[in-house]
């Protein structure tokens, strides 16, 4: 480990106790270790939501959304990925399926044991979002364990759709194999190195536009089996997650409950939103933040 390395690592840990709550624990796959962190409010006699984010992200991305929703009465926790702030990989190095395979029903299990609850509540940033969804795919028996869903620019498949993220979803792959990782802070892209094999599988999907598993599974197909309650919230100037691949998720479920809003000035909002914006800006404090919590609480009876 270099002297940068520790120095930010040093300067990462020194933020998170200035900004989060002291960081509860759970043990993942292959000695990898979770980092949650909550924002209580047990006896609200709501679910517990559990708030998560995306690539090249950490905690910190969503750590005031949780304070919102705190504020108004909800029991909150962050789920940080494996590899990701204070969480770490151990000899686990996951693509998404494995993210949501393992990861996600052990942050279930402990949240729900935690809070004495049946089911939680799942607002999510970028890949966060369609990670319960893969799931759910898998065993949409225990679908129940998740009342509802938010995503804010999730997708799987359309990314590549234009020359720039064809051109994206070529080039990742190619930088993870010279250096063995994407150095988000680098090239701008956020204050986490991926170094999973996350990326390689999302830019495969989004370039093909099918989402299949390793195996074969048609995770698109099998989205038809999933009926909560879901709001899918895309941004006119996502390129990451651009809105034609958002709408494409939300309308492959099967939830007879399901809205979906594209934030544009042409549908009245402040701004075309971006990709992170759409989570942490002042404007989504203002107009999406409000949104959330209005979905949640007319799920959360």
Known sequence: MTIKVMCDKLCM?????????KPVFIQGEKNSRLALYRYANPLNGYPPVILTHGTFSNALICMELA?????????CWIYEWSGHGLSEYGELYPDA?????HDVPAVIEKVLTE??????????????????????????????EIQAITAMGSQTTGAGGTWI?????????????????????LYGLGPED???????????????????GKDGFDYDKAMKDIHIPAFFIAGANDLIAPSDGCHRMFHSLGSTQKKYALCSKANGYLEDYNHPRL???????????????????????
């Open 194 to 212: 991926e170094v999973s094999g996350f990326l390689e599988q999302w830019c495969r999907w989004n370039r093909s536009g099918k989402w299949v």
């Open 165 to 185: 993220g064809k051109l994206m979803t070529m080039a990742v792959p190619v930088v993870i194999r010279m250096l063995g990782r994407v150095p988000g802070p």
């Open 97 to 101: 399926e494995d993210f949501a395979l």
């Open 115 to 144: 809070t004495a609850s049946k089911a939680c509540i799942w607002v999510a940033h970028s890949g966060g979002g369609f990670l319960p969804l893969i799931y759910m795919a898998r065993n949409p028996h225990l679908q129940h």
């Open 279 to 301: 989570i942490a800006s002042q404007n989504a404090k203002v107009e999406v933040w409000p949104m959330i919590l209005e979905f949640i609480r007319s799920v959360a009876v």
């Open 13 to 21: 840990v020194e933020n998170y106790k200035n900004n989060l709550p």
């Open 67 to 75: 304070a919102f929703l705190n504020t108004a009465g909800f029991d």
